[in-house]
């Protein structure tokens, strides 16, 4: 099990960005996919989570019309979307996959920073 | 939503101690927890899931325990690896929670 995760972006506030989390060895539709934010020197907040058969997406009230969460299941790739961003999104993002409802396992973290 | 926390935040201990995290629920969730093992830089990585069960390949100096509202992370024997930030997750309902975490220093 392998999730990839897509690189640093340094990014304006009031800019959009996507980023990826691609899925491989095993099949992508049999577990959903949680995303994570980690805040600088901070713990762990869930964001919401995602069935890949249908983008299906539960959202953390905390991000719920801030973010969106996505899935293609023709590339095995989960995506987690700003139409703005603001300094405070400045954090760490983690994609892990759901197993038995825990997360078994993690991708390697995707560094967002926003700054005028 | 539920509430968890972790006691202690930090922790000093040498190799070779056993050590015991604690989380506790704001209310019960049924042995729906996880602890998760965080290194500086890395993600977070998957320990115990439904309370007590070993998730694969995790050394067996792990264990955890409890039931309703609390939580133990044990470890019987320390090893210079397992210096790291640890976190409690219950995922009772869909809206997952974590701990605020316990950081286990070297003394």
């Known amino acids: 099990v392998h999730l990839m995760q897509s690189g640093t972006e340094l990014k304006k506030p009031g800019e959009s960005l996507r980023i990826s989390c691609k899925a491989s060895?095993?099949?992508?539709?049999?577990?959903?996919i949680t995303w994570v934010r980690q805040l600088p020197g901070k713990g762990l907040e869930w964001m919401g989570t995602?069935?890949?058969?249908?983008?299906?997406?539960m959202y953390s009230p905390s991000f719920q019309g801030h973010v969106t969460i996505s899935t293609d299941k023709t590339i095995n790739t989960a995506f987690l979307e700003w139409d703005s961003l603001q300094a405070s999104d400045t954090a760490m993002y983690f994609c892990?996959?759901?197993?038995?409802?825990?997360?078994?396992?993690w991708g390697q973290g995707t560094l967002i920073v926003v700054s005028s | 939503d539920i509430r968890m926390t972790q006691s202690p935040s930090s922790l000093s201990a040498s190799v070779g101690d056993r050590v015991t995290l604690t989380c506790r629920a704001s209310?019960?969730?049924?042995?729906?927890l996880a602890w998760y093992q965080q290194k500086p830089g890395k993600a977070p990585k998957c320990l115990i899931y439904?309370?007590?069960r070993l998730e694969s390949g995790v050394p067996s100096r792990f264990s955890g325990s409890g039931s309703g509202t609390d939580y133990t992370l044990t470890i019987s024997r320390l090893q210079p690896e397992d210096f790291a930030t640890y976190y409690c997750?219950?995922?009772?309902?869909?809206?997952?929670?974590f701990g605020q975490g316990t950081k286990l220093e070297i003394k």
């Open positions: 997750q219950q995922y009772y309902y869909n809206a997952v929670t």
């Open positions: 209310q019960d969730i049924s042995n729906s």
């Open positions: 439904a309370a007590s």
């Open positions: 060895g095993y099949s992508f539709t049999s577990f959903w």
């Open positions: 995602s069935d890949p058969t249908d983008s299906y997406t």
């Open positions: 892990a996959r759901r197993s038995d409802r825990h997360l078994d396992s």
